[in-house]
């Protein structure tokens, strides 16, 4: 199981191995040396594709008197250029840019065969390189060119769902008011005792006059 584990460890290294070197620049900085007071010439790598409508994408950072640094591909005699200069423009005495170089076997530019040099030289064909040193020269590879994959946006969050509003209790009907008792009829008061008494004197004094006229 252990030699499995190491065994795959091994193969994912050798191809980050392989990774690393197919998206790497082309570094060609140990083709200039110390200060230059002229122009700069040196082959341009065999694995660097120069085919016709091809573009060398050239990157150049270092520090300078000149006004600005041109730079292009030619043949070994420098009179067979088959592409654009390249100018790299001097900033308080720096420079640090990339340029793409379009190669035209059209004779565009004067050449119709392969370049096979890369030359670099100061801001006109009649001054030289000043007081220059490189801190950079390369070539920019196609792959290590390539933009790297946007970074993928955030998926947009769906609004989360409504909950149903809560329903309101129905308002509750008052009750109906408890009904009162009804009022208990008023007593007839007893007629008082003197209505009595006075419906009989009448009686009594026709009783007494009877007994009067009797007697006599």
């Keep these: 199981m252990t030699k499995k584990i190491l065994a795959a460890v091994v193969a ?3 191809v980050a191995a392989l990774t690393v070197s197919a998206f790497a620049n082309v570094d060609l900085t140990s083709n200039a040396t110390g200060t230059l007071n002229e122009n700069l010439s040196f082959d341009i790598p065999a694995d660097i594709d120069v085919s016709d409508g091809a573009t060398v994408t050239l990157h150049l950072k270092g520090t300078s ?3 600005t640094v041109r730079a292009y591909l030619t043949d070994a005699n420098d009179v067979g250029r088959v592409t654009d200069v390249g100018y790299f423009e001097v900033v308080n005495g720096a420079f640090d840019a990339t340029v793409d170089l379009l190669i ?12 096979t040099r890369i030359m670099i030289k100061g801001q006109d064909s009649s001054t030289p390189l000043a007081n220059t040193t490189f801190e950079v020269i ?3 590879t196609a792959d290590a060119a390539a933009e790297e994959p946007a970074a993928e946006e955030p998926a947009a969050e769906e609004p989360a769902a409504e909950e149903p509003a809560a329903e309101e209790p129905a308002a509750e009907e008052p009750a109906a008011p408890a009904e009162e008792p009804a009022p208990a009829p008023a007593e007839t008061p007893a007629a008082p005792a003197t209505g009595l008494a006075l419906a009989v004197v009448p009686a009594v004094i026709a009783l007494a006059a009877a007994a009067v006229s009797k007697k006599h």
């Design 12 to 14: 994912v290294m050798m």
């Design 65 to 67: 008197d000149n006004t």
């Design 104 to 115: 035209d076997y059209e004779g565009g530019f004067g050449g119709t065969t392969a370049p």
């Design 138 to 140: 390369e070539v920019v």
